[in-house]
C-alpha cells in the first residue's frame, strides 16, 4: 500500500475515527477513574510489566469497540451501493481487501502505541528497572484490536445490515464478559477450603486480562504463543469474509477461525500457575548485607537497609538466637484466598502492603519489625483487621520497649486493646514475656493459631 492510497483511505473510511476513539477513550478512563492502576507498585505507570498488563486490561471494552467500528466499516460498499460495481473492474478482491483492512489496522496499532508509550513516558521516571519482556504483552494487545476489528469489517461485508455493528459489539463485549466472570473460571477451593475461582484455558481467548495484583507476575510464553494463533485465525477469517463473495466461500472462510482456537487451546496452558508466571529475571534479589529487594524495586533498596538493618538488631537483642538473620522483599506468588507462608529466619515483606507502604522514615524500622513478629495471615488477596493488629501493635512495642509508637496505622479500638495487653504482658516476670512472645511468633508465623490469644492466655476474649 504506497501514501497516496494510504491518504485516500483515511480521508474514506472511518479507520482515522476509530484510532481516535480506542486512544481517547483509554486515557479518559484511565485518567478519570480513580482504581487500582494507580496504586502501589503495580501502577500502570509504576513498571513495565505492569505497564502492559494494565493496558491490555483495558480491551475489555476497547476490543469489543473495535469489533463494532470494524463493522462498521464493512458497511461502506454497500451504504454507497458500490458493490456490484465493484466487482466489474479488474482490480482483485484481495487487493481490495487488504487496503481496507491495512488501512483500519495501521490505524488502530499506532492508537494503541500511543496508549503505552503515554504510559513508558511515566514509567521511565518513576523506575531504573527496563526490560522489553512486557514487549510481547503489548504487541499481542495490538494484535488483537486489528484482529478485532478485521473480523468485524468481515462480518459486516457478510451481513450488511445497520444492526450489524452494534450487535457485534454488544456480542463481543457479552464475550470478554463472559471470559471474565462465568465461562473462563472455575470454581475450586484452597487446601485450607476457601472457596475460589480461577481462570481456565478458555479464558485465554479474551484479549483482555486479569487485574495486575504483583508487579513481579507476567504472562507465560505459552499463553503468547496461544493467543498469537487465536487471534491470527480471527484475522484470517475476517479477511476471508471480506474478500468472499458466495456463501459457499463465507462458509469456507470460517475455517481459520475454528482451526486457530482448536490449535490455541492445544498450546495455552491448562494451570492457572503456568498462565500468570513469576517474572524470575525481575525477581532475582540485590542486597545490601542482610536486606535484599528485588531487581525491580532495586531503586528502593539504600533508604530500606539502613532501617532492615536497625530492625534486625532490636529484633536479636529482643530475641536472642530466635530472632529472624535477613530481610527480603518477598517474590512467593500464591493463587488468592491461599494461606501465606512465612520464615522463622527471614522478614518478608511486600512494599504494597498497608504497614510497609504507609511507613515514613523510622517508622519504616517499626514496620519491619512488625512483619518480622506478626506478618499475617488473611488468605492471599483479602484485606481485615483484628485480632493480630493487636498482637502486632504489642509486639512492636515490646521489642521497643516502650508502648505508644504511632507506626502501624492502627484504629483507635485497636490501639487501646493493644495499650492494656501490653500492661498485662509486662507485668509478667522477663523470662514469661520472652516465652508469650516467642509462642505468639511461633503461632503468627505457622497461621496454625490466633496470635494473640497465644500472647494474652485467651484474656482478650
Known amino acids: 500500500m504506497n501514501t497516496r492510497v494510504l491518504r485516500t483511505e483515511l480521508k474514506r473510511s472511518v479507520a482515522p475515527w476509530a484510532g481516535t476513539v480506542v486512544l481517547t477513550s483509554a486515557l479518559a478512563f484511565l485518567y478519570l477513574v480513580d482504581a487500582g492502576w494507580w496504586r502501589g507498585t503495580t501502577a500502570w505507570t509504576a513498571q513495565w510489566t505492569s505497564l502492559a498488563l494494565w493496558t491490555r486490561g483495558l480491551l475489555y471494552y476497547l476490543w469489543p469497540l473495535a469489533v463494532g467500528l470494524g463493522a462498521l466499516q464493512g458497511l461502506r460498499d ?26 483500519m489496522a495501521i490505524t488502530l496499532a499506532s492508537a494503541f502505541a500511543l496508549l503505552v508509550l503515554v504510559g513508558a513516558v511515566q514509567v521511565l521516571a518513576n523506575t531504573e528497572y527496563t526490560h522489553l519482556r512486557w514487549l510481547p504483552i503489548s504487541l499481542v494487545g495490538a494484535l488483537s484490536l486489528v484482529a478485532g476489528a478485521v473480523l468485524g469489517m468481515g462480518a459486516g ?28 473460571r472455575t470454581e475450586t477451593d484452597t487446601v485450607t477450603g476457601i472457596p475460589i475461582t480461577e481462570p481456565n484455558r478458555v479464558s485465554l481467548l479474551s484479549p483482555a486480562v486479569e487485574e495486575v495484583r504483583d508487579a513481579l507476575v507476567t504472562l507465560s510464553a505459552s499463553v503468547h504463543v496461544g493467543q498469537t494463533i487465536w487471534l491470527l485465525g480471527l484475522a484470517a477469517t475476517g479477511f476471508g469474509l471480506l474478500v468472499a463473495a458466495t456463501p459457499r466461500t463465507r462458509l469456507l472462510a470460517l475455517t481459520p477461525v475454528l482451526a486457530g482456537a482448536v490449535v490455541a487451546l492445544l498450546v495455552l496452558p491448562s494451570d492457572p500457575r503456568r498462565m500468570y508466571v513469576l517474572d524470575k529475571a525481575a525477581a532475582e534479589l540485590v542486597c545490601d548485607g542482610p536486606v535484599c529487594v528485588t531487581r525491580t524495586h532495586q531503586a528502593q533498596l539504600t533508604g530500606l537497609a539502613r532501617h532492615g538493618k536497625k530492625a534486625l538488631r532490636l529484633l536479636h537483642s529482643a530475641l536472642g538466637s530466635q530472632a529472624p538473620v535477613s530481610v ?45 513478629m506478626v506478618p499475617g495471615c488473611l488468605p492471599v488477596g483479602w484485606a481485615g483487621t483484628g485480632g493480630e493488629d493487636i498482637a502486632r501493635r504489642v509486639a512492636v ?3 521497643l520497649g516502650l508502648p505508644g509508637q504511632e507506626s502501624l496505622n492502627v484504629r483507635r479500638e485497636v490501639d487501646t486493646q493493644a495499650r492494656a495487653a501490653w500492661k498485662d504482658l509486662k507485668a509478667l516476670p522477663r523470662a514469661g514475656q520472652l516465652s508469650r512472645i516467642n509462642a505468639m511468633r511461633a503461632a503468627a508465623l505457622s497461621c496454625k493459631g490466633d496470635a494473640l490469644d497465644t500472647l494474652t492466655g485467651g484474656a482478650h476474649r
Request: glycine share 6%; hydrophobic share 45%.
Open 78 to 103: 454497500h451504504r454507497s451501493k458500490m458493490s456490484e460495481l465493484l466487482t466489474t473492474t479488474s482490480r482483485p478482491a484481495w487487493h481490495r481487501a487488504a487496503t481496507l483492512a491495512g488501512t
Open 157 to 184: 461485508r457478510a451481513l450488511p445490515s445497520v444492526l450489524t455493528p452494534p450487535l457485534l459489539a454488544m456480542g463481543a463485549f457479552a464475550f470478554t464478559a463472559l471470559m471474565q466472570m462465568s465461562l473462563g
Open 328 to 372: 527480603r522483599e518477598n517474590t512467593a506468588v500464591q493463587p488468592e484466598g491461599s494461606m501465606p507462608r512465612w520464615s522463622r529466619e527471614t522478614v518478608l515483606f511486600d512494599f504494597d502492603d498497608d504497614i510497609i507502604a504507609t511507613a515514613k522514615g523510622e517508622e519504616l524500622t517499626w514496620a519491619l519489625i512488625a512483619k518480622g
Open 397 to 399: 512495642d515490646w521489642i
